[in-house]
């Protein structure tokens, strides 16, 4: 662990006041969370790609692809899992401060984890948006064929099987994907940014 009395915060010359001029949107945090199987890689996939269409800077955070690199240490015990999602909310608010939208989609099943994700931003930058999908539906999907191994008894600590999922009390947005389409709630994500002037008016 460093010693944090001896580091030392160094001014960058360039802020993140100046990128926000030049550019003709926002920084921000699209967090979504939910039941894995819930729809959180797809959702996020597609309102990145209406971004990306609309010449938005953008960069999508994904569960699978950062633990075989930055988080390949980590497990998923609790301790591990809140690990995992404080280093993806630093690395989140890395990219709201080059002034980029950055989209994560992690599980992640903790309240206090995800507040903490939360104040690493500022207030107007963060978006919780809690992909709904009751536990049967994710298990009927499977797309990964990991609930099957779970209710096998082959993976240890499953969310929603093994190890809970805490549900948000107040998310910014919930997006019930057992009864929404994929085109609706992809539409519901971009109507909030627009609706904060993440987006569209600036
Ligand atoms: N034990 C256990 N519990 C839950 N998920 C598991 C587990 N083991 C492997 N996987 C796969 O890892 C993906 C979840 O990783 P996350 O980083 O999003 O999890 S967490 O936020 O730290 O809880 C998750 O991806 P998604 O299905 O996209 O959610 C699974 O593919
Ligand atoms: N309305 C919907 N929104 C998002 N995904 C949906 C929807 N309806 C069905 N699906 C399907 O559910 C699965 C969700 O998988 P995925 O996006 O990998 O979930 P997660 O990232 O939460 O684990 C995909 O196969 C997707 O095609």
């Not at 929404?180 to 994500?189: F, H, I, K, P």
Request: net charge negative; charged share 30%; with cysteine.
């Amino acid at each position: 662990m460093a010693d944090a009395e001896h580091i030392i915060w160094h001014q960058t010359t360039v802020t993140k006041t100046d990128r926000e001029r030049r550019s003709e949107h926002g920084g921000a945090v699209v967090w979504f969370t939910g039941l894995s199987g819930s729809g959180k890689s797809t959702l996020a996939n597609r309102v990145e790609h209406e971004l990306f269409k609309r010449g938005i800077h953008t960069y999508l955070l994904d569960g699978d692809n950062i633990r075989t690199g930055l988080n390949s240490d980590l497990g998923f015990s609790a301790a591990d899992r809140k690990e995992n999602i404080r280093r993806i909310s630093e690395v989140a608010g890395l990219f709201v401060d080059s002034n980029a939208i950055v989209l994560t989609a992690f599980i992640s099943p903790f309240q206090a984890d995800r507040e903490a994700a939360r104040q690493r931003v500022a207030d107007d930058e963060f978006f919780e948006i809690y992909v709904k999908c009751p536990l049967e539906v994710c298990e009927k999907r499977d797309p990964k064929g990991l609930y099957k191994k779970a209710l096998a008894g082959q993976i240890t600590a499953f969310t929603g099987i093994t190890s809970p999922y805490e549900e948000p009390p107040a998310p910014d947005l919930i997006i019930d994907t057992s009864e929404q389409s994929l085109e609706e709630g992809t539409q519901n994500v971009i109507d909030l940014l627009e609706k904060n002037r993440v987006i569209g008016n600036k």
